[in-house]
């Protein structure tokens, strides 16, 4: 075969090549949002996102600071169809991602980095196809999002936390704490339930974890369908009878109410 041939060859796999991989090799267009807004500890900030994961963190400083990242996975034209709307008053925020009702294949997320005054109010924060990561001080926090991931790591305050199709995470928390989840299990660390623990998922376990058993007073509800019940920690039991599938008990003197339950999965409480 000739030197002509040989190049050809080349030159055409050279061709294919490029045009295979170029879609891979692309990067995504991306569009940063920073706003910074005055709010005070016991003011409000509410957040409602479609797509994306969302992120808080409380600081000392008396504004919230929002950087909302839009990433298009196919065109730079698309970042323009996703809006992203703040209101502000003196006492509250509000944060809104709005997708287009006609564009229902529109490939593009929104995240949220939030910075919060801590002490103050968040009256709900709501994500689909995303991950929550909150952490801080709060007068009190409604949390919930749709196939993604719950990490709540040294909350303080009354904070109730859902999710569909994703697992929950507790690490450190003080205050009423409440979550929910279906298709998905709960570990709790370091818990401090002080002011009661309720924790249910349908499909998935439940790991609680006590920071100081020892210096834990509350009252111990704890229900399975299709799972058994591990405790490492001395309870007194209420009744005489004890089951797999079932325990009420008192730890330490009793107290605030921990109940934990769950359809398919186990439920094990230590140290």
């Given at each position: 075969?000739s030197?002509r ?15 295979v ?15 910074s807004?005055?709010l005070r500890s ?5 957040l ?6 969302v992120?808080?963190a ?7 600071e ?11 034209e698309d ?5 992203v709307?703040f209101?502000?008053?003196?006492d509250?925020?509000a944060v ?7 564009r229902?294949?529109l ?7 939030v910075?919060l005054?801590a002490g103050?109010?968040?009256a709900g924060v709501?994500?689909?196809?995303g991950?929550?990561?909150?952490r ?12 993604g ?7 303080r305050g009354d ?6 199709n ?10 009423r704490?409440?979550?929910?989840t279906?298709n998905?299990s ?5 818990a401090?339930?002080k002011?009661g ?7 998935g ?10 210096k834990?007073?509350?009252?111990l509800?704890?229900?399975?369908t ?7 920690i001395p309870?007194?039991?209420?009744r005489?009878?004890?089951s797999r599938?079932?325990l009420?008990?008192?730890?330490g ?17 230590g140290r």
């Amino acid at each position: 075969m000739s030197i002509r041939y040989h190049k050809a060859v080349f030159a055409f796999i050279l061709f294919f090549m490029a045009v295979v991989a170029a879609p891979l090799l692309r990067a995504d267009y991306t569009e940063e949002i920073v706003k910074s807004f005055p709010l005070r500890s016991g003011g409000s900030f509410s957040l409602d996102n479609t797509n994306g994961s969302v992120k808080i963190a409380t600081w000392a400083e008396d504004r919230v600071e929002v950087r909302a990242l839009k990433v298009a996975k196919k065109d730079k034209e698309d970042l323009a169809e996703v809006k992203v709307e703040f209101e502000a008053t003196a006492d509250a925020v509000a944060v809104k991602a709005i997708w287009p009702t006609e564009r229902r294949n529109l490939q593009v997320e929104v995240t949220f980095d939030v910075h919060l005054p801590a002490g103050v109010k968040v009256a709900g924060v709501e994500t689909t196809n995303g991950n929550l990561d909150v952490r801080g001080e709060f007068v009190s926090a409604r949390l919930g999002t749709t196939n993604g991931t719950v990490v709540l790591a040294g909350c303080r305050g009354d904070v109730r936390a859902g999710s569909t199709n994703g697992d929950i995470e507790v690490d450190g928390a003080e205050g009423r704490i409440e979550v929910e989840t279906t298709n998905g299990s709960i570990t709790i660390r370091n818990a401090v339930p002080k002011d009661g623990l309720d924790a249910e998922t349908t499909n998935g376990g439940i790991t609680l974890q006590l920071a100081a058993p020892d210096k834990v007073n509350a009252n111990l509800s704890v229900r399975t369908t299709n799972g058994h019940i591990e405790t490492d920690i001395p309870v007194t039991l209420d009744r005489l009878t004890k089951s797999r599938h079932s325990l009420d008990a008192r730890i330490g003197s009793g107290g605030p109410a921990i109940r934990l339950s769950t359809t398919n999965g186990s439920i094990r409480i230590g140290r």
